[in-house]
């Protein structure tokens, strides 16, 4: 994107051209400029990997319902990965660095024993199912890397270059559970399902390894109770439910809370450089959520219908936080911090309007809303991240909230941009003038589908949608910047201020953004996606069945964002890959 078209890709004899008359510091050096078709076909990023993967078990029947079972289950995973940037590519050319490459290896081995005792009896009206258990996850990563500089343009051995510090880590981590599980119905029409587990994890501070996360359901199956038998016709299911329960998260490195350095050398010497801080309370995020439900069947269940709505509070939330001014480290550290409340509604609806033998038409929909509140900051009110600074945690305000200037257009005088002074006094500054200008958080979710079949011939169509959610589009931001002498930018600033085109949209040509975000690089990035459209066709022979099908995916994005995909799962585009548009082709048979 920001290498100027004007500048050809080839030589006339068809090598590649590394001459860019318009860089002249970033990545040229000597008259030679990278060029980046030849970096994507001549660096060289490999990845080899084996894996094994084994499941033994045994089960024993102690008595009439009682019983045993041991599953030990082991996953290993060797990986070995090869880098080489030549000296002519963005990563190896400063003469300093002359061709980079490394070499690294990582092992990892998961293993986990399981120890079941399981019980299921019923006894006349009433039915019990009941589980028990232990079980144990070990899991242990051990890598080594190594790096070289000045290979020039050809690898064949890292000892052909000046060799860099060796990087090489042991990590281990374990997971113990206790669990329990009871399933209890009466005449199959009142049902009870409880839960506990207890959860050792080595991830957290001594004082903090165990979480307890216990769960209780309910359900009412109305429809089988006697006075709704004359509706039997009309409404032959009805199920009420209601659950709630604790999940734990444990989803963070091995040793984060532990104090850890960097090892690299100078001076020909070890030297060492903090990277985690010691924090002696890093404990389990923690999930409670209370939900109820509703499961309905209409028509002799032509259309069903699942509905729930629910409320889940997530406490001591594990995220990466710049370190606090004076801390001995720079790097983001892992932290419990703050609590957050999801509030919403699911509703699923599938009807079946045609149902005969040679014609069958089903349609699908369902919708979905959350209402994503900080509750908590612990000892911060608020808390900014990202590179500019650009979203902001805060109480009241939902995770992923951009903040910055309120984009209010061009100044017609001098091409300025204006921005909202909010604060009220004569200038514009980034301490009284930010505000919320949009989250990533979709004011609701939804999806519709349909599958026909007549007689031989098959087609299902699935869409996916996003509403209201938005994203800091930073590649426009980077592309709509002040030009600079080496770099393409965006054709948006064609249409920049000047005095004789007075623009509103785009300040003059070589105004400088200020630091923090603002307004217009937060679009609006709702979407509706064909995310699926199948066809297929069967063959019907005396002794098999063929079928024939085509599948395309990703076939067309309805969306106003200017990026190049709207999904973009953290709301912020530095130019995420977009979804592939794939077609595939193929054939089943059936004896």
């Known amino acids: 994107l920001y290498m100027p078209p004007v500048v050809p890709i080839y030589k006339d004899d068809g090598s590649y051209n590394y001459y860019n008359p318009y860089e002249n510091a970033y990545l040229a050096y000597y008259g030679r400029a990278a060029n980046p078709v030849s970096d994507l076909q001549n660096s060289i990023g490999q990845t080899a990997a084996i894996s094994l993967l084994g499941n033994f078990y045994a089960r024993y029947t102690i008595l009439d319902g009682l019983t045993a079972k041991i599953n030990a289950v082991t996953d290993v995973n060797q990986i070995t990965q090869t880098f080489f940037a030549p000296n002519y590519t963005a990563l190896g050319i400063k003469d300093e660095i002359n061709g980079a490459a490394a070499i690294g290896n990582r092992r990892t081995d998961i293993t986990q024993t399981e120890y079941l005792l399981s019980y299921a009896k019923s006894f006349g009206k009433h039915s019990i199912d009941a589980l028990t258990g232990y079980t144990y996850q070990s899991t242990t990563t051990k890598f080594v890397v190594a790096k070289a500089i000045l290979l020039g343009e050809k690898f064949e051995d890292l000892a052909e270059g000046k060799e860099l510090p060796s990087v090489s880590r042991n990590k281990e981590g374990y997971l113990h559970s206790l669990l329990g599980r009871i399933n209890y119905s009466f005449l199959e029409r009142y049902n009870l399902t409880a839960t506990y587990r207890a959860d050792k994890s080595s991830r957290f501070s001594e004082g903090y390894k165990w979480g307890y996360f216990p769960s209780i359901g309910l359900s009412w199956n109305v429809s089988d109770e006697y006075f709704l038998k004359p509706a039997k016709a009309i409404l032959p299911l009805l199920k009420l439910r209601l659950t709630y329960g604790e999940a734990g998260n444990q989803e963070i490195d091995f040793v984060e809370y532990e104090e850890r350095f960097n090892i690299s050398r100078y001076g020909g010497q070890p030297s060492y450089a903090l990277e985690t801080t010691t924090k002696t309370d890093l404990k389990w995020e923690t999930t409670t959520e209370y939900n109820a439900?509703?499961?309905?069947?209409?028509?002799?269940?032509?259309?069903?219908?699942?509905?729930?709505?629910?409320?889940?509070?997530?406490?001591?939330?594990?995220?990466?936080?710049?370190?606090?001014?004076?801390?001995?480290?720079?790097?983001?550290?892992?932290?419990?911090?703050?609590?957050?409340?999801?509030?919403?509604?699911?509703?699923?609806?599938?009807?079946?309007?045609?149902?005969?033998?040679?014609?069958?038409?089903?349609?699908?929909?369902?919708?979905?809303?959350?209402?994503?509140?900080?509750?908590?900051?612990?000892?911060?009110?608020?808390?900014?991240?990202?590179?500019?600074?650009?979203?902001?945690?805060?109480?009241?305000?939902?995770?992923?909230?951009f903040y910055g200037y309120v984009f209010e257009g061009v100044n017609p005088d001098n091409g300025d941009a204006k921005f909202a002074n909010l604060g009220g006094d004569s200038g514009i500054d980034p301490e009284h003038d930010r505000t919320i200008i949009g989250s990533i958080q979709p004011d609701f979710t939804y999806g519709f589908s349909s599958s026909f079949t007549y007689r031989n011939l098959d087609v299902y169509l699935g869409f996916q949608g996003s509403q209201g959610n938005e994203v800091y589009n930073l590649l426009r931001r980077f592309l709509e910047g002040k030009p600079n002498d080496a770099y393409n930018m965006s054709a948006a600033l064609l249409n920049a201020w000047t005095p004789e085109n007075p623009s509103a949209t785009i300040p003059r040509i070589d105004y400088v953004h200020p630091t923090p975000s603002d307004s217009r690089f937060v679009e609006d990035a709702s979407f509706l996606r064909l995310k699926n459209l199948t066809a297929g066709y069967k063959f019907r022979f005396s002794n098999f069945k063929l079928r024939i099908f085509v599948t395309a995916q990703n076939l067309l994005t309805l969306t106003k964002y200017k990026g190049y995909d709207p999904e973009i799962a953290s709301g912020i585009d530095l130019g995420t890959y977009p979804m592939s548009r794939t077609f595939s082709f193929g054939a089943s048979i059936g004896f």
């Open 293 to 401: 439900g509703i499961d309905a069947g209409l028509f002799d269940n032509r259309i069903t219908l699942t509905a729930d709505i629910y409320t889940k509070n997530t406490r001591d939330l594990l995220l990466k936080t710049p370190p606090p001014l004076g801390s001995p480290t720079e790097k983001m550290q892992t932290v419990n911090i703050g609590n957050v409340e999801n509030r919403g509604f699911e509703l699923a609806l599938t009807a079946y309007p045609i149902d005969r033998k040679n014609l069958q038409l089903t349609v699908s929909a369902n919708i979905a809303r959350n209402v994503n509140t900080i509750t908590s900051m612990g000892k911060d009110d608020q808390l900014t991240i990202g590179e500019d600074q650009e979203q902001i945690l805060s109480v009241g305000q939902s995770v992923g909230s």
